[in-house]
């Protein structure tokens, strides 16, 4: 309800804003105050910012109708993967964890999966075992450059150095290492 109330006054309150800027200026010619009307050259940035406006609120609102639509369904999906995550990391090592993330990564690619993946990864690793040394190589995340080169040679070292999403998979290992400092 708020959105449609948005979308059928906002246009207008800002055609108002606009209509009333009118200025009084004096002719260079004769001295006399003549009205002048600022709206009509503003008129192409008026619409303009109502589009503008249209567009974010239509975007917010797509983005609620869908949130609203899947939210279930993405809410059980999580709590399911963080099921296997914790069965799996009682039974595994870190890398074992590592290595189960990005196996499963490989099997369903895309942004999704690496969300799901990234959170499969950091609760698997909480319930795994220690694996000696996994942490030595990780750069802190505000090591900037080092984490930028350390997740490409990750991705490299896995054959998805091509994939647009690689790197976003080792975010929860440096999670993980810096946890445990």
């Known amino acids: 309800m708020f959105f449609v109330f948005l979308l059928l006054c906002l246009p207008f309150s800002i055609i108002a804003l606009f209509a009333m800027r009118d200025e009084y200026r004096i002719c260079p010619n004769c001295g006399a105050s ?5 709206a009509a050259a ?13 567009l ?14 899947n939210k279930d369904a993405l809410l059980a999906r ?3 993967v963080v099921t296997e995550a914790k069965d799996f990391g009682n039974h595994s090592d870190n890398q ?8 499963r990564y490989k099997r369903d690619p895309g942004f999704s999966s690496a969300i799901s993946n990234s959170i499969f990864m950091r609760t698997c690793l909480d319930a795994s075992k220690p694996t000696p040394g ?24 896995v054959d998805l150095a091509s994939d647009n999403n ?3 998979l080792f975010t929860p290992i440096q999670q993980f290492c810096e946890a445990k400092h």
């Open 166 to 168: 690689c790197q976003n």
């Open 96 to 103: 074992g964890c590592v290595d189960e993330s990005i196996s």
């Open 78 to 80: 999580a709590k399911e």
């Open 34 to 38: 003549t009205l002048l009307s600022v």
């Open 134 to 157: 996994f942490c030595a190589e990780v750069p802190r995340q505000t090591e900037f450059i080092k984490t930028a080169q350390w997740r490409i040679d990750q991705c490299r070292r």
């Open 56 to 69: 974010i609120v239509g975007v917010v609102g797509a983005g609620v109708f869908w949130w609203m639509r």
């Open 42 to 54: 503003q008129y192409p940035l008026m619409i303009i910012a109502i589009v503008i406006v249209l």
